[in-house]
């Protein structure tokens, strides 16, 4: 049997100031951007480099998915990014203004920081 997750849908306030974070900050690739029917897109991103799973970036169509937007956890660390060169990603989000929520500490597991997305969700980028 073989079996693995191809997307983790993430809400969205708005497409294109997702993709403009994702792609332009934290140097992910915009994989596609199809049109599926009016005000609806299949939004994928990945981080550059192997990938086996993207982010769908979902846009919030109801109050109770917009409440969600930023929040997708309650407040726990949503995703998690794995780097080859932690110092080189951890330089890239100072230089692009992204919030950093913890700085760099070394865990048994590695150097971790956390960082927070546009809306407010948590993510560790680990090296």
């Given amino acids: 049997m073989k079996q693995y ?11 294109d100031e997702a993709i403009d974070f994702y792609t332009n900050k934290l140097n992910f690739k915009l ?8 005000g609806k897109r299949w939004v994928l991103v990945s981080p550059p480099g192997i990938s086996s799973c993207n982010l769908l970036l979902a846009k919030a169509n109801t109050e109770a998915q917009m409440k969600r937007v930023g929040d997708q956890t309650g407040g726990r660390v949503f995703l998690f990014l794995h780097t080859d060169d932690f110092d080189r ?12 929520i913890r700085p760099p500490s070394v865990e048994s597991y590695g150097k971790v920081a956390v960082f927070a997305d546009l809306y407010g969700n948590l993510w560790d980028l680990i090296g």
């Fill in 5 to 15: 997750i191809a997307h983790i849908s993430l809400v969205v306030a708005d497409y």
């Fill in 31 to 38: 994989v596609e951007d199809s049109v599926i029917s009016y």
């Fill in 89 to 100: 990603d951890y330089s890239n989000l100072l230089n692009k203004q992204v919030k950093i």
